[in-house]
């Protein structure tokens, strides 16, 4: 089973649950805007995809500089009770499946993840190519 934690609103995230599909696999999609977080949820997510609530954090695009969350200064404790109030201010998406736990920006950080690669070629939302035909990542060899 594949879960993504997921925020239609953003590309990001909306390719993320295109490669997923693509690969035969229906995940359980999470709106965790409209979900929320709660502390448990998020302290297992982030240490299983090894981050910190700091290295979680989404500065752009979030109330993140209004509540003061962007200096050096500021305690994972602080972030981790910001997150908790205002969901958006977790980074997107995040992909959890038998093969682990990872924040997948870009998108196709999500294909170590998957048990089997989607068919190419696939391509982002902007045209930028994932997987070519013969289902290789751009470069030939099947790596980055």
């Not at 448990?40 to 700091?54: E, H, K, R, W």
């Not at 998406?93 to 998957?114: K, N, T």
């Not at 902007?126 to 060899?141: F, Q, S, T, V, W």
Request: aromatic share 2%.
């Amino acid at each position: 089973m594949i879960v993504l934690h997921h925020n239609p609103d953003c590309g990001t995230s909306r390719n993320v649950l295109d490669i997923i599909r693509r690969s035969g696999t229906e995940p359980v999609v999470i709106d965790y805007l409209k979900e929320g977080w709660t502390r448990p949820q998020l302290l297992a997510l982030f240490a299983a995809a090894d981050l910190t609530p700091q290295g979680a954090l989404r500065r752009t695009g979030s109330p993140a500089a209004e509540l003061g969350l962007l200096g050096e200064d500021v305690s994972d404790e602080a972030i981790l009770a910001a997150m908790l109030t205002h969901p958006i201010l977790v980074n997107r998406p995040i992909v959890a499946s038998p093969r682990g736990v990872r924040l997948c920006r870009p998108s196709e950080r999500v294909l170590d993840l998957l048990e089997r690669l989607p068919t190419g070629p696939l391509f982002k939302e902007d045209g930028e190519m994932i997987l070519n035909a013969k289902g290789e990542r751009p470069g030939g060899d099947g790596s980055d």
